[in-house]
């Protein structure tokens, strides 16, 4: 340590900047008490210390104007990211808009459902689950999503996540509730037979669930009717929504008639008009719709009056009554007898020809387009739909991901398990719908069971998300980041899609696919919820009370 | 004396890892002189502080952020980020040499006239010193911009630089003995750059 009877210069700098253990510093010290020319030295050697950090962190020349600049083209560059996605999910949701959404939001407003709220959609249309339908549903939630993840990005600065959240479900609620009619319900649950006697009237709307129902009173509020059979002959001044293997209207209705049934016979008077989806419709002959009759079904008999439109989808369709505006079938066979009154054009697409009797009363001949059965896969915008689908899907996995960071980590986390989640996803699946309709069954349950099945039908758009996520994770190893995981879901999704699409119209194996991803990333967001809920007793054991 | 960049940025780190722009922004207000200054004084020339700079931000950016703990100081891990960075550009180019790393157990300690010492130091203007850190050897420099820049411990010198803890001192006393030399006008003891 010594240098001769000084301390050497290393021993001095170990000294002065406090890397001496306590004994050699204590030996140092001891020295330099009696020293000068050692506190010289430390004096130096602590002089030249603060000579090179003021020499180093003065600010001698100014910062480059790259650099200066370099934050400003980050967050242009930041940007630009942001103005692709959501130029992508703008172009989507237009192009969905125009192709898709405006004509079929015109023939539901001819069909008398301009004033629709949401939750009348989500709940009384659930049902209607197919075909162009679902792209509006679908349509609404992906917008529904973008834009309450655009609303909490926005604030996310002033609020907390959990203020955010609380925000955007409160908006969501206010959403589905506003639009809905003002006015109290009443509701009957019977296991047997349900009767609104003739000369009874129910004063608001009327909620009925039950093993058969007869309808000859008055209902000066809308109708609800989930049954096996039903018979309406009384007075209903509101519309009709019926969930009834069999129904019969013979009374008279003063709102719309929205039905699913197998069959719907109408022998009464339909002020507005009706919306069904079934097996068989039957307009009678003494029966009569002043509005438009719109039905999808494998066999639709027209013998009675429409006001205006007549819209089926149906296979076989039989027009023997009057319309008073203009047919649009799409089916397989078009039958005009000789008592049909037609008064506005008539346009048919289907396999078969149209037979026309020569008695029919049309006000033009029938337009004929024979539908050509054609694989998607070889029409152009089926890829460009899938592309738009596949960035849609994206745009909302990555909505989901920034809204719920650490759920989602955990879900993706969950899923990478696969046969745990794919067993939970087994029982989730056709369970969770079972439970909301035994929840809703029992009146007081019904919020419950509506917002789980909201969470439920969430969760099946968003399972092929975490499946993507999932694989992404897989391919380029696990997220250390928020992006980082957006990232792998995109690339992933990408990958699953581009794997399912040519195995969709396989059926059997296309079928069986489809349903492992569903149930795989349902089963993993279910487990995330699961181990959620999970008490954790090694951290409350840990944490003790101040 | 200040250390730069200690300011507390935890919020701002963490918002940013999330993704926010605006947190990113600001973390490079609060950080991005202070590293270009640390490469300023860590490199041989201008330019490559600039570049050094913007590579480490985006580096941080693409996903190195995600490493950073959040339990330790932000400003001390980011040194460390730019100590790597740079080090490597000088391994890159051939500028650190490994001869260097073999001198370090062999270096003599000799015993300076502390009054001698005392005076030099004492007339030497913060332009100088900045003039001639220019001339020194990669590693000399680099040790004493780690230590009297960034205030980084013996520990994380030795990590930073790739030598063992008990040689840090070492590292530094030989430095300082380079310094002089060049303050003095004599040749710089190793290879360096200059700016």
Known sequence: MAHGDHLDEMTCLLYAERQLDRARAQAVSAHTENCAECRTLLRALDRESRLLTRAMLEEDEPLPSRIAEFQERARKSFGWIWGVVFGLAATGVYAL???????????????????????????????????WQSVITLLEVLAMLTVAGFGVAVFRRRLRRGSALALVLAGLCAAMALPT??????????????????????????????????????VEGDLYLFAQSADISGHIKGDVILFVQSARVTGQVDGNIRAATNNLT?????????????????????????????????SVGIDGKVGRDLMVFGDHTTI???VGGGVRVKGNNLSIVSTAEVAGPIHYEGENPATVSSGAKLASPVEYTKRVPKSEYTQGHYYLWRVIWTAAFVLLGMVLILLLPKFAEEAVRAGERVGAPLGLGLLVVPAVPIACLIACITVVGIPLGVLTFGLWFL????????????????????????WGLIGRMAMGFVLVRIAYTPLEHVHVIGFLVGLGILMWGMGAMSLAVYNRLQPKVAMVGAVQPA | MSVPGSTETTEAVARARAGDAESWGQIYREMGPAIFRFCRRALPTREDAEDATMEIFSKLWEGKLSQYDETRSFSAWLYRVAANHCWDI??????????????????????????????????????E?????????????????????????????????????AFVGVVLLRARHELRQALEGKSALAAGGTS
């Open chain 2, 129 to 165: 010193v900045r003039h001639a850190l220019q001339k020194l050897g990669a590693r000399a420099r680099m040790a004493l911009v780690l230590r009297y820049y960034s205030d980084m411990s013996y520990d994380e010198i030795a990590d930073a630089l790739g030598v063992r803890r």
């Open chain 1, 97 to 131: 808009y125009t192709i898709v959404v405006e004509p079929a939001q015109l023939r539901l407003e001819q069909a008398g459902f301009g004033g629709t709220s949401l939750l009348s959609l989500l709940v009384f249309q659930g049902a209607f689950w197919k075909g």
């Open chain 1, 181 to 218: 009619t003002a006015g109290a319900m009443e509701f009957h649950k019977t296991q047997g037979t349900y009767e609104l006697l003739k000369d009874e009237t129910v004063k608001n709307d009327l909620l009925v669930t039950c093993s058969r129902a007869r309808i000859d009173g008055t």
């Open chain 1, 459 to 482: 969760g099946l758009f968003t399972a092929e998300i975490v499946v993507g996520a999932v694989v992404g994770n897989w391919i380029l190893g696990r997220a250390a980041d928020t």
């Open chain 1, 320 to 322: 023997s009554g009057a």
């Open chain 1, 266 to 298: 109408i022998t009464g008077t339909v002020a507005r008009n009706v919306l069904s989806l079934n097996e068989v419709l039957n307009l009678d002959s003494a029966g009569k719709v002043d509005g438009s009759l719109t039905s999808t079904g494998e």
């Open chain 2, 90 to 127: 000088l391994r890159r180019r051939k500028i650190r040499q490994d001869k260097e790393t073999d001198d370090v157990e062999n270096v003599p300690l000799e015993h300076p006239d502390p009054s001698q010492l005392d005076r030099m130091i004492e007339q030497k203007t913060s332009e």
